[in-house]
Each structure stands twice: as C-alpha cells, then as structure tokens.
C-alpha cells in the first residue's frame, strides 16, 4: 500500500496536470483553430510541431503498456512485433501526400466521397466513430491501472479523473490546443522514457536485453507478421493520425510523417526493454509489466511510470476529442451533402463531453486493451485496397463495398470465435488471427478489384474525369 503522502502525489498529480495544461492550452476561438490546428491569425502548425503531435499522440497508453507486455511474452521479438505498427505513420503520410497532390482531396471523408460515393464515406466514418470511442476506454483503463486493481473505487476513479483532466482542456483549445500540449507530452514523455530506461537498462544491459526471445513463427513472429499486414490498412481508421494529415503544407506534412513514424518504432521497441526486464526477473506482470516493474524498483519509480503513462494517455484522449468534434461537426454534414453549421464550435464541444461520458463504460465494465489494437484493426482490412489501390479504379462504390464490408464481417467473425482453426497459420497464440488477416486481405484486394475487372471485361468505357 502507497503512505498517505505518497497517495496524495499520486492524486494530486492528476489535478495538476489538468489544471497546468489547461493553463497552457490556447483558446480557439475560430473554426480554423478548433478544428485544422491552425492558430487564431490562421497560421499552419510547423513541421517539428507537427512531427511532435504525431508522435506523441501514437504513443498511446495502451501501446507502451502492449509493447512491454509483449516483450515479457516474446522478449525483443514482442517488441519488434508491436513496434511494427508505428511503421504505419509514413505509409500513411505517403498516401495522404499522394490524395492531396494528385487527387485533390482535403480530408479523406472528402476523398472518399468523391472516389466511391456518400454511402462508402458514411460507412468509413462510422468505423471511425468506433476507433475513438474504443481510444476512450482503452487509454484511461491504462491509468486507472496505476491507481487500484481494474474494477476497484480507485481504478475508476482515477480513468474518471484524468478524462475529466483531459477534457476540460480539449473545450479549450480543440485540434490547436492538442498539438500545443502534445509538444508539452512529447517532451516529458521523453524525459520519463529515458528515467525509466536508466532504471532497467543497468540490471542486465543492452546484449542481454536484445538476446531475450527467438525469431519462431510460434515465438511471436506471427504477430510480428500480423503487424506487417495490417499497417497497409490500420493507419487509414485513425483521424487522430490522418487528421494531421491535411493541416500542414505537403511536403512539411511527409517529412513529419517520416520522422515521427521513425521516432515511434523506436520508443515502442525501447519500451519493450521493460517487459523483457520483468521477464528476466521472473515478475508476475498480470497484463501491466510497466506497473509491475516499478512496483519492484519502488514507489519512485512507479510515480515516474505513471507520469509518463498520463502523458501518453493524456496526449491521445485530446487528440480524440478533437478528431471525434471535427466528425461530428464538419465531416458528417459533408456527408450528407451539406455545408457545416454556423454552430460548429458548439456541436463539437457537445460530442467531446458526450463521448467521454459513454467512452468509459466499457473501461467501468473491465474490457481488455489490447482487444482494442488488434481486432479493430482486422475488422479495417478492407481500407487497403480502398487508398492503395484507388489509382486503378475510377468512379467506383462497388469497389469500397466489396472490399470494406468483407473485411468488417471477417474481424466480426473472428471476435465471435466463428473462424474455423483451418485457416491458422502455424501454432502459435496469434496464428489464426494471422491466417485471418492474410486470406481476409486476398479477399478484401480481390473484391475491391472485382468491379474493375468486370468493367473491362465488358469493354465499358469509364466515366468522363474518371481514371483508372
């Protein structure tokens, strides 16, 4: 148990943290502001704030608390196999560089609408909708982990607490006052990452670290491969990322992609050092190797972890604030083929209040993080084909259709458990989740293509405007 004094550190941390940022968070009081992270003169994010942002705000709570468990699981190969996932970021900046400039697209809603119709931008946006409403849960269960044992008074409490931290500076400063605090987070999240490796790197040093773990199909490298096919189609479900996307100038937009994809793949690998440290150890992790390695080291060094969760957490709850407003606000009007409202502004503070009411439900009901990575993250194989293979279709709803529904009612299947075992590959724990995400994909490519080759097939010419 914490002494008194500590406890109240612990608490009284929260508060602070809260109260600081909203003291540094600045009001944005025009839609360019609130919404494309613009500042009130209309200026643009920099390149290294928005490399910042990025970075920090894939630096989920989840991930590094993932990344570490993995590597108590699978020692580096877990690591790198989490890791893999941050390999998404520059695929996704290559894309997006490639809709903007060649495309025209200002947001992928808008792109999506104009390539395979409003019913296709509709059904994205609804995924959508649901990756942030699982970002709620999934980031504040994190830090309530590190306050009392998952369903207690002071788990609940404490995830409460930092949403209503989080939130009450996301009214303030929307997309704007993210990446203004995310430039904070990154900052300390740094700091306390390099804390915390002082505090495992010197136990067992850097060979012993990386030699933990065996490059087997069973031994983590099915997740490893797992990762590798879901990069092409994670990245696109997340307006946290592809949201910053469109905010900048193109090429300072590609380059902050790059380095912040960069930067990310080796935190998350770093951060695995951690869970490879309680393997070697020989901790009970119980599904938290963080918190479990600093309860072993002390009470300072579980203040220091949990200082560096609450940035990790804090800089993607506001990030989906600020992605769920702008849904709600700009994007599902456009949709439905109308201009935003006047009241903007309002809409999207209502949605973030609303969505952190009912995003902590599932975390009050004691739903497991890392669910929330890999099964979304199936269900979107279908996005794929729709952004990497768009240059080969024209005018083409039947194309998003058959790849995307395809893809969502596999991952459904698979989270049911209806997924026959012939389709794993190898024995491993992640081999039929492997064997789903490679077959599932052949299926989303080849209905995603269907309708082209069948339009060729049948000698119809495209559209005028249209290319193929």
């Excluded at 939130?167 to 904070?184: A, M, N, P």
């Excluded at 279709?393 to 459904?412: A, N, R, T, Y």
């Excluded at 599932?440 to 495209?462: D, H, K, N, Q, Y």
Aim: hydrophobic content about 55%; aromatic content about 12%; some cysteine.
């Amino acid at each position: 148990m914490l002494s008194a004094a500590f406890g109240l550190t612990f608490w009284g941390f929260l508060i602070f943290y809260g109260a600081a940022l909203y003291a540094v968070t600045p009001n944005a009081c025009t839609v360019g502001a609130f919404f494309r992270g613009e500042d009130n003169n209309g200026r643009m994010a920099s390149q290294w704030a928005l490399t910042a942002s990025i970075f920090i705000s894939w630096i989920f709570a989840k991930s590094v608390t993932n990344a570490a468990n993995l590597g108590a699981s699978y020692g580096i190969v877990g690591g790198l196999a989490y890791a893999t996932y941050w390999l998404s970021i520059p695929l996704s900046g290559f894309v997006i560089y490639h809709l903007r400039r060649n495309a025209g697209a200002t947001s992928l809603v808008s792109f999506l609408i104009g390539k395979y119709g409003r019913a296709a931008a509709l059904a994205f946006t609804a995924a959508i909708l649901i990756r942030l409403y699982n970002e709620v849960w999934s980031n504040t269960a994190v830090v309530g982990g590190y306050y009392g044992p998952a369903g207690s008074p002071q788990f609940i409490g404490a995830a409460l607490l930092f949403t209503a931290a989080t939130l009450f500076y996301s009214v303030k400063g929307g997309l704007r006052g993210s990446i203004v605090t995310d430039i904070i987070q990154a900052a300390v999240f740094v700091v306390f990452l390099a804390a915390v490796l002082l505090l495992v790197l010197p136990k067992h040093g850097m060979t012993t670290l990386l030699s933990v773990g065996e490059f087997k199909l069973a031994a983590g490298v099915d997740l490893l491969l797992v990762a590798g096919l879901q990069i092409f189609s994670y990245p696109f479900h997340d307006p946290v990322l592809t949201d910053r996307g469109f905010i900048t100038e193109e090429k300072a937009m590609l380059k902050a992609f790059i380095l912040a994809g960069i930067g990310g793949f080796l935190a998350i690998l770093v951060f695995s050092f951690v869970g490879i440290d309680a393997r070697l150890d020989g901790l009970a992790v119980n599904g938290n190797a963080p918190a479990a390695v600093a309860q072993a080291l002390g009470i300072g060094a579980l203040f220091v972890m949990t200082v560096l969760m609450i940035a990790a957490a804090g800089s993607t709850l506001d990030s989906t604030f600020a992605s769920l407003s702008k849904i709600v606000a700009q994007e599902l009007p456009a949709v439905a083929g109308r201009q935003p409202p006047a009241s903007a502004l309002r809409h999207g503070t209502v949605a973030m209040i609303v969505i952190a009411v009912l995003g902590n439900l599932p975390m009050i009901a004691g739903a497991e993080i890392l669910a929330a990575t890999t099964l979304s993250g199936t269900m979107v194989m279908g996005l794929a084909p729709v952004f990497l293979l768009q240059r080969w279709v024209g005018f083409s709803p039947w194309s998003f259709h058959l790849s995307f529904w395809p893809g969502l009612m596999i991952g459904i299947l698979l989270a049911l458990g209806w997924i026959p075992a012939a389709w794993a590959i190898g024995e491993g724990k992640y081999a039929l989740l492997l064997g789903v995400n490679l077959y599932g994909l052949l299926i989303c490519v080849t209905g995603f293509l269907l309708p082209e080759i069948v339009r060729r097939w049948r000698g119809v010419p495209l559209a005028e405007g249209q290319s193929a």
